[in-house]
């Protein structure tokens, strides 16, 4: 069992930045990719930025060259950083785990984000 608790949303401007910290604990030895996924009103969740144990990172479009995700193993720690906000970034975002084990997942509670114009 792998537990997630998000901090760090909350109300930004438009151009401003942002940053998401996600903490895991539990059976935090068999996580192997930690990352954020984003789910705005109305629409289905989207890879936002995902990073693997051996360090390789996965954004998706709406985060490529805008924001960075980093992991800090020791203290069981991953990060959002969201540079150059935009309206359409609002959205919940969600930390996420996959275990090394197979294709399972595990979900935090949720941090809203929102960016206004």
């Known amino acids: 069992q792998v537990e997630l608790v998000e901090s760090g949303g909350g109300l930004v401007q438009a151009g401003g930045s942002m940053r998401l910290s996600c903490a895991a604990s539990g059976s935090i030895s068999t996580i192997n990719r930690l990352g954020w996924y984003r789910q705005a009103p109305g629409r289905q969740r989207e890879l936002v930025a995902t990073?693997?144990?051996?360090?390789?990172?996965n954004y998706g479009d709406s985060a490529k060259g805008r924001f960075t995700i980093s992991r800090d193993s020791v203290k069981s720690m991953v990060y959002l950083r969201m540079n150059s906000l935009k309206p359409e970034d609002t959205a919940v975002y969600y930390c996420?785990?996959?275990?090394?084990?197979?294709?399972?997942?595990?979900w935090g509670q949720g941090t809203p984000v929102t960016v206004s114009s």
């Open positions: 990073m693997s144990q051996g360090g390789y990172k």
């Open positions: 996420n785990a996959r275990l090394s084990t197979g294709n399972t997942d595990y």
